[in-house]
Every structure is written in C-alpha cells, then in structure tokens.
C-alpha cells in the first residue's frame, strides 16, 4: 500500500530520497487538517495567491483551475495542488464566517448535521439551570411561521397545574398571564412578587369576563380626578362640592357617594343626567365616563333610598328607559313633554291637549314628519306599519285636510268587504276592491276588468310612450272609431310619389293575401280557431328585396327584439301603411288597363 486510505503517501522500505514524500503528507495534511477556505464561489485563481491559501474550486472554473471543479486548491512555491474532498472533511469558510462538511456529495453547513432533540439544558447567551432548562439572554425573540401559521404551546399535564407568562422586573414577578392553578384563564400583578391579585378571569366553560376590582377611595374636592383611583370602582368620601372629575382620557368609573356632597353641572366638563346640579346622598351610585379630551359625562344615577321602579321618590327630571312601573296611577290631567297632555278621560295629545283618544300636533314650521314610522332591523321580513281597525267592520282609514273646515283626503277600507279608498276631498280618486281590481275616478270596478277608468287616459308626454310592446301585446283592442294618425303636411318631409319599383312591389303584394289561422289561437282553441285574412312578413319583405329595395327602411315592416333577451326577432306589419300602398300599385295598375283600353 502506498497511500493511506484518505490518500496520505506511505514511505516505502528502503525508499531513496524519503524526505519528498514526507514533505507531500505534510503539505496533505496542512491544506486538510486545518482546511480553512478562503472563498468558495471563485471560478479563476486568484492572480497572487500566498503560499497556504486554500479554495474551493466552484463549478465551470477556468484557468489553472480548469477540470479541478469541486476540488480543494493549495498554493504552494507558486503553483497549486489539487486535493479531492473526503466524507467528513470538515472546513472554515473564510468570507462566509461559516463552518461547512462534506457529506460525500455536497458541502453542507456544520449545524445542519447537529442533532439537539432531547438536549438535557439549553442556553443562548446566558446559562440554563436545573429551572430554566431553556434559557436565552437577548433584545428580541423572533418565531417565525413555516406554513399557514404558528402556535407557541403551553402544556400543563394537569388542570391544578400552572401554565403561564410570568413577567417580573429583577427577577421578581410583577404580573402574570395563563392558567395558573385552574383552567380558566388569569390576569393578574402582584407588588412585589409574593402576594398577588386577580384583575381579570375567563371562563373556560363559556368564556365569560369577570372583573375583580377592590374599591378605591378619594377624597372629594373640587376637582376630584377620578382618573388617579387606582380601580373602577371609587369611594368619593367627604361633604365637599365637586365642580369637575380631573381630565383623564376615555375613562370608565362606578362610583359610591358616602356622604351629601353637591355635584355641580358643567355642560362641557361634566354633564349630568337632567342637566342640573345634584346632591347626592350616602349610597348613591353612579357611572360616569370620560371622552378622548376628558370631558366627563353621567351615564347612570341611581339613589340608594329609592325604589328604581317608584318615580314618587325620584326627584329632578327622570328618563325611563325600559322601566316597568309597579301599578302605576295617573289622576287628573297629566303633562307630557313638548305641551302634550293626558286627560282626564285616558285622551293622548301629543303636542297640544286632545280632542280624540289619540292626537298629534305641532305650530313648529319646517316640521317634517309628524308620525314618522322607520324599520331599522336587518331582518327582511320585518315592517314599519300603522295598523287600524274598526271593531264594527266598516271603515278604518287615514284622514288629512289643510284645515279643519277643508273636505279631508281619505286613505283606508270603506267597506266590511275591504275595499281601498283613496279620495281626496271625498271624491274618489283611486279604488280597489278586495279582488286587487282598481278604478281611476270611481268607487267600483265595472265587471271583468282589472283597470276601470272612469275618464280619459292621457300618455305623460305627447308621441313618447307606447301602448304595450312588440313582447307584451293587447289580445283585443274594441274601438268605437279606429285609431287617428297624425296626417298634416307640416308633420312630414321628403314627401313624393311612389318610384316605379315601389309600384312593382305593390302590385306585386296585391295578389299575396293569404287566408291563415294564428297558432296561439290554434293552441287555445284548436279546430274552433277562427281563420284569417292578411300577409305575411316574409313574403312582404320578399316582395321588397325582389325589387332591389331594402324592406327594412319602410315602416309598413316591423321588426323588434323579443323580451326574454335570447336574441329572438318579433315581426309584424303595419297594415294601414301597407293597404295605402297596395291600392297605390293597384291604382296604378288599372290607370295602365285603362289607357290600353282607349280607342
């Protein structure tokens, strides 16, 4: 054997000159032992390389280097060895700070063959302990996601058992976050690491919040900084009148009166309910919250010695908002707000004394809705009605008039039956009877009809609407007279006589009367169907193309897109159009018969 199995050189027995082979290990084992790459992306040597600098000859190299990719160059008295990588040559990579091996294939990084999995104690930058068995001393932690996401976990093996964040200043705990003892979740401080308080707990079974507050007291004064008590509850102690809360920003208070004291209104600083001064009592309560400037608003005031249900021991300006008032007497006629009125006879006036069970009014000009019913719910089924009914069955309806000497309009059921009115100053206007047939003018439906109008019916706008469409026809137009067509010569242009092709062609249609039955009709009424007589688009438009002339620029053809939007044609004729033109080309027709007749 010549050469270790990693390619040391052997001295041969009884080798001449065994000093060159011992220098060749050695200069093996100094560009091997103690690799230390310097670069490792390089494809060309560099132009004066020292002797010992070692490279990792990259991929496609040229120059000295060609054919030695992947292998490890050594300079040495001005030329390169060449050494092939081993599995396990390990190395350091001079301008990557990095630490490589050569797994037999590839060169890999050194931690990523690093097995840690059950490492007994771990620390980054600081000791682990018995304790800390995973310690780390740093600015910042980073944990980032591979995947859809992340999840730090907390185990605990058993629900008394603790899992949580500790937070502590000097190693001494300050506030704590998790399950700590039991499986709801706690928030909690402490002052000094040994006694602890709960702030705030969840409920594992149903996730409710249950807030744990001492009450702090303060002294009243007169400006009493309800935002410098240390909870949300406070104990104002003390008979001192209180002008303001301090200024603390969105702040939330419940607090306790424990003496008479005058609570002063400030419409800006501290509003209170009624907008008034009040002096409080021993036991009162009240909320009161605080705007982003720390203006401070009551949001709640209850008295200690009242029934909150017993508005006869409320004094000042009450709200009831959702009471039930324990068998409640008014005696008398009794005031509302804004000059309304209960009577004496259970009559309700809104506004003014009533003249009815229920009335409303109001002298207030630009009043804009005096009875203003709105549905604000996200549910579609829900209404905003006023319903009337008349126990007797006759007539339940909505009246108005601009005075009381005036004929009201009239809007509601004027029959048992329950038919619709609508009649502005008792004469009818608009009716529809139970059926949903309605009358324009009248108050009854003339049999059959769905629209009865008793007068004459004008389109909103002369020659802009029309009467159906090509899709939605009348079966059957009865007429007294027959239609009337604007005629005057002021209406019309290009006027002129019909060319000789138009003549053709109307002589032409003369023989194209066709007798013919309508296949709806046939479908409705099979062989009872009765037969027509008329021409046919198809052939009318023939006749025209015939000529050399284009049907569609006469308006005797008709031609519209059908509704149902599939890109169908509806065709049709304008049949007084096209009588004028055929008895022009019969007219035509027999003034030629005629002249050839003439002796």
Same mark, same amino acid.
């Given at each position: 054997?010549?050469?270790?199995?990693?390619?040391?050189?052997?001295?041969?027995?009884?080798?001449?000159?065994?000093?060159?082979?011992?220098?060749?290990?050695?200069?093996?084992?100094?560009?091997?032992?103690?690799?230390?790459?310097?670069?490792?992306?390089?494809?060309?040597?560099?132009?004066?390389?020292?002797?010992?600098?070692?490279?990792?000859?990259?991929?496609?190299?040229?120059?000295?280097?060609?054919?030695?990719?992947?292998?490890?160059?050594?300079?040495?008295?001005?030329?390169?060895?060449?050494?092939?990588?081993?599995?396990?040559?390990?190395?350091?990579?001079?301008?990557?700070?990095?630490?490589?091996?050569?797994?037999?294939?590839?060169?890999?990084?050194?931690?990523?063959?690093?097995?840690?999995?059950?490492?007994?104690?771990?620390?980054?930058?600081?000791?682990?302990?018995?304790?800390?068995?995973?310690?780390?001393?740093?600015?910042?932690?980073?944990?980032?996601?591979?995947?859809?996401?992340?999840?730090?976990?907390?185990?605990?093996?058993?629900?008394?058992?603790?899992?949580?964040?500790?937070?502590?200043?000097?190693?001494?705990?300050?506030?704590?976050?998790?399950?700590?003892?039991?499986?709801?979740?706690?928030?909690?401080?402490?002052?000094?690491?040994?006694?602890?308080?709960?702030?705030?707990?969840?409920?594992?079974?149903?996730?409710?919040?249950?807030?744990?507050?001492?009450?702090?007291?303060?002294?009243?004064?007169?400006?009493?900084?309800?935002?410098?008590?240390?909870?949300?509850?406070?104990?104002?102690?003390?008979?001192?009148?209180?002008?303001?809360?301090?200024?603390?920003?969105?702040?939330?208070?419940?607090?306790?009166?424990?003496?008479?004291?005058?609570?002063?209104?400030?419409?800006?600083?501290?509003?209170?309910?009624?907008?008034?001064?009040?002096?409080?009592?021993?036991?009162?309560?009240?909320?009161?919250?605080?705007?982003?400037?720390?203006?401070?608003?009551?949001?709640?005031?209850?008295?200690?010695?009242?029934?909150?249900?017993?508005?006869?021991?409320?004094?000042?300006?009450?709200?009831?908002?959702?009471?039930?008032?324990?068998?409640?007497?008014?005696?008398?006629?009794?005031?509302?707000?804004?000059?309304?009125?209960?009577?004496?006879?259970?009559?309700?006036?809104?506004?003014?004394?009533?003249?009815?069970?229920?009335?409303? #009014?109001? $002298? %207030?000009? !630009?009043?804009?809705?005096?009875?203003?019913?709105?549905?604000? *719910?996200? &549910?579609?089924? +829900?209404? /905003?009605?006023?319903?009337?009914?008349?126990?007797?069955?006759?007539?339940?309806?909505?009246?108005?008039?601009?005075?009381?000497?005036?004929?009201?309009?009239?809007?509601?059921?004027?029959?048992?039956?329950?038919?619709?009115?609508?009649?502005?100053?008792?004469?009818?206007?608009?009716?529809?009877?139970?059926?949903?047939?309605?009358?324009?003018?009248?108050?009854?439906?003339?049999?059959?009809?769905?629209?009865?109008?008793?007068?004459?019916?004008?389109?909103?706008?002369?020659?802009?609407?029309?009467?159906?469409?090509?899709?939605?026809?009348?079966?059957?137009?009865?007429?007294?007279?027959? #239609?009337? $067509? %604007?005629? !005057?010569?002021?209406?019309?242009?290009?006027?002129?006589?019909? *060319?000789? &092709?138009?003549? +053709?062609? /109307?002589?032409?249609?003369?023989?194209?009367?066709?007798?013919?039955?309508?296949?709806?009709?046939?479908?409705?009424?099979?062989?009872?169907?009765?037969?027509?007589?008329?021409?046919?688009?198809?052939?009318?438009?023939?006749?025209?193309?015939?000529?050399?002339?284009?049907?569609?620029?006469?308006?005797?053809?008709?031609?519209?897109?059908?509704?149902?939007?599939?890109?169908?044609?509806?065709?049709?004729?304008?049949?007084?159009?096209?009588?004028?033109?055929?008895?022009?080309?019969?007219?035509?027709?027999?003034?030629?018969?005629?002249?050839?007749?003439?002796?």
């Amino acid at each position: 054997m010549s050469s270790t199995p990693h390619g040391l050189p052997l001295l041969a027995a009884a080798q001449a000159q065994k000093h060159v082979t011992h220098n060749e290990a050695l200069l093996m084992l100094d560009a091997l032992l103690c690799a230390r790459f310097l670069d490792r992306d390089l494809t060309a040597p560099p132009a004066a390389p020292s002797d010992g600098d070692t490279y990792l000859v990259h991929a496609t190299a040229t120059g000295d280097w060609s054919g030695k990719d992947g292998q490890i160059a050594y300079a040495i008295d001005g030329a390169w060895r060449f050494y092939a990588p081993f599995t396990g040559l390990a190395a350091f990579v001079v301008d990557e700070s990095r630490l490589v091996v050569f797994n037999g294939t590839a060169w890999v990084d050194y931690a990523s063959l690093l097995n840690l999995s059950n490492v007994p104690l771990l620390g980054v930058n600081t000791a682990a302990d018995a304790t800390n068995k995973l310690a780390t001393k740093s600015a910042a932690l980073l944990f980032d996601n591979v995947g859809n996401g992340i999840q730090a976990k907390l185990n605990k093996h058993a629900a008394g058992d603790t899992a949580s964040f500790l937070f502590q200043t000097n190693y001494s705990g300050r506030a704590e976050i998790g399950l700590a003892g039991d499986d709801d979740f706690h928030f909690k401080v402490s002052p000094d690491g040994a006694t602890w308080y709960d702030g705030l707990d969840i409920n594992r079974a149903d996730g409710s919040i249950d807030f744990l507050a001492s009450e702090a007291a303060i002294a009243s004064a007169a400006t009493t900084d309800l935002g410098t008590a240390p909870s949300l509850k406070v104990n104002v102690t003390g008979t001192t009148a209180i002008t303001a809360f301090g200024a603390a920003p969105n702040a939330l208070r419940f607090v306790r009166f424990s003496g008479a004291l005058t609570l002063t209104h400030n419409a800006t600083s501290l509003i209170l309910l009624g907008g008034a001064n009040r002096t409080t009592a021993a036991g009162d309560v009240g909320i009161y919250t605080s705007d982003p400037s720390g203006n401070w608003r009551e949001r709640d005031y209850r008295r200690a010695a009242a029934d909150p249900g017993d508005m006869a021991t409320k004094s000042g300006t009450q709200t009831l908002t959702n009471k039930t008032l324990a068998s409640p007497t008014l005696s008398g006629t009794t005031a509302l707000p804004g000059s309304g009125q209960i009577s004496s006879s259970g009559y309700v006036g809104i506004g003014g004394s009533p003249s009815y069970p229920f009335s409303a #009014t109001t $002298n %207030t000009a !630009g009043t804009a809705n005096l009875l203003f019913l709105q549905n604000t *719910s996200s &549910d579609a089924t +829900a209404t /905003a009605r006023q319903s009337f009914y008349n126990d007797a069955g006759n007539y339940a309806f909505l009246q108005w008039a601009s005075s009381a000497a005036t004929s009201p309009n009239r809007f509601g059921f004027v029959s048992s039956a329950g038919d619709l009115l609508f009649s502005p100053g008792f004469a009818p206007a608009i009716y529809a009877n139970a059926s949903g047939n309605v009358a324009i003018g009248g108050s009854s439906v003339n049999a059959g009809a769905r629209l009865d109008v008793a007068g004459h019916v004008y389109p909103h706008a002369d020659n802009a609407y029309n009467l159906g469409s090509a899709s939605f026809r009348f079966a059957t137009v009865y007429a007294g007279t027959g #239609t009337i $067509n %604007t005629s !005057g010569a002021d209406a019309k242009r290009d006027v002129r006589a019909p *060319s000789e &092709d138009e003549m +053709a062609v /109307a002589a032409a249609l003369a023989s194209n009367v066709r007798i013919f039955r309508f296949c709806d009709a046939v479908a409705a009424k099979g062989d009872a169907a009765r037969l027509h007589a008329g021409m046919i688009f198809e052939d009318v438009v023939a006749a025209f193309a015939a000529h050399g002339l284009d049907p569609m620029y006469y308006g005797i053809v008709c031609r519209d897109r059908a509704a149902q939007g599939d890109g169908s044609w509806i065709v049709g004729l304008r049949y007084q159009e096209l009588t004028q033109f055929v008895l022009a080309g019969l007219a035509a027709r027999i003034a030629r018969l005629e002249a050839v007749s003439r002796p």
